[in-house]
């Protein structure tokens, strides 16, 4: 309190360092040392640093004990109670995610085709064979669905598409990119399991 007195002194130039100092009992290599405290950033503390760095880094899911054994992994030992402790510091809560249902449902009443493709995954020509499936990918904004387009002959994806939901629509788009792109001539086999999106009317 008396240091932030004296610079508000000397800035209003009511009086000089050495005569604030005088006057208030203070010494002056006290005051600067007091100032250059104040203008160094302070400096974070390294191991709540580390457990932010691996709470984010596992999706925000991990309670005290999973994040002890993370730690432990990086070769930081750490208590479960201080962990506790940072983490309610910190304000790191857990977040529960909901279990992924898988992907495919082929127990349906809908019609599927013969396997036409046959296993022939090796191709002598692009745009002849492409085959199609869905994944779910973790992203800042939660769980999301990517169903893909590949070309056999080439190995690359020739169309893509994403959404928060799995319904027929996110393959049928894939799909549509894929020919809109390629434009591939007729006989072109699309091979896909025999899940639900796959086998819609759509």
């Not at 691996?54 to 999973?66: L, W």
Request: proline share 4%.
């Amino acid at each position: 309190m008396k240091h932030e007195m004296i610079q508000q002194l000397t800035a209003e130039k009511a009086m000089t360092v050495r005569q604030g100092c005088q006057l208030l009992g203070v010494s002056r290599s006290g005051f600067y040392a007091a100032r250059r405290r104040v203008r160094q950033p302070k400096t974070l503390c390294g191991t709540r640093v580390r457990l932010r760095s691996v709470f984010e880094a596992t999706g925000q899911c991990y309670g005290s004990r999973r994040l002890c054994k993370a730690l432990a992994e990086q070769g930081i030992e750490m208590g479960r109670y201080r962990v506790r402790r940072l983490m309610k510091e910190l304000r790191l809560k857990p977040i529960w995610k909901p279990k992924f249902v898988n992907t495919t449902d082929s127990n349906h009443n809908l019609p599927v085709y013969e396997n036409v493709l046959d296993r022939q995954f090796e191709q002598a020509e692009a745009n002849r064979a492409w085959v199609s499936d869905i994944t779910y990918l973790r992203t800042l904004s939660g769980w999301l669905y990517l169903a893909m387009v590949l070309d056999l002959y080439s190995r690359k994806i020739v169309g893509w598409a994403m959404a928060p939901n799995m319904p027929a629509e996110l393959v049928c788009t894939a799909l549509q990119i894929a020919i809109a792109q390629r434009r591939p001539p007729p006989g072109l086999i699309v091979h896909s399991d025999r899940g639900s999106q796959y086998a819609s009317h759509e």
